[in-house]
């Protein structure tokens, strides 16, 4: 599994023109999946998008954690994030999960952030959105389970 993080001061995403999913300052979390994913490479991402110290404290330094913070996360399913360009020129997706078996490994990694603690949005898992974010740093951070 593997997560991109971006801290942000805001995010939302959009499916036809409808927001389905908007937070205030806390991190977008683009999450994709391998059809090897199982319990604990979601566990292990979700602990770590929770308690990753990427929030800056009294001094500015990146001591505070999302849970820290009280911030939001919007969770966003990106098959992309394992688009392999080693060769060619268009990407192959094939160690991305097949769709039926991602739905369920993105529900139930949008459940774990939520019994971390995380005020949890997300987007619509298959369908086009749009994402519009302010990323806040910029801080961008690519968590992989083990």
């Not at 330094?61 to 966003?76: C, T």
């Not at 490994?105 to 619509?124: D, K, N």
Request: aromatic content about 6%; proline content about 4%.
């Amino acid at each position: 599994m593997r997560v991109l993080v971006q801290r942000v001061s805001m995010a939302r995403v959009t499916v036809g023109g409808e927001c389905v999913g908007a937070i205030g300052p806390g991190l977008v979390l683009l999450a994709g999946f391998r059809g090897t994913d199982d319990e604990r490479a979601l566990r292990f991402c979700a602990d770590k998008c929770a308690n990753l110290r990427i929030f800056g404290d009294e001094a500015g330094k990146l001591n505070r954690s999302l849970l820290d913070i009280r911030g939001e996360a919007l969770v966003i399913s990106q098959f992309t994030l394992y688009g392999d360009c080693r060769r060619g020129r268009r990407p192959s997706f094939n160690e991305a999960a097949p769709p039926q078996i991602a739905a369920g490994l993105y529900e139930r990694f949008v459940e774990l952030c939520r019994l971390s603690g995380m005020r949890v949005a997300q987007g619509r898992f298959g369908a086009h959105m749009l994402l519009e974010l302010a990323n806040d740093g910029p801080v961008t951070i690519l968590v992989e389970s083990p």
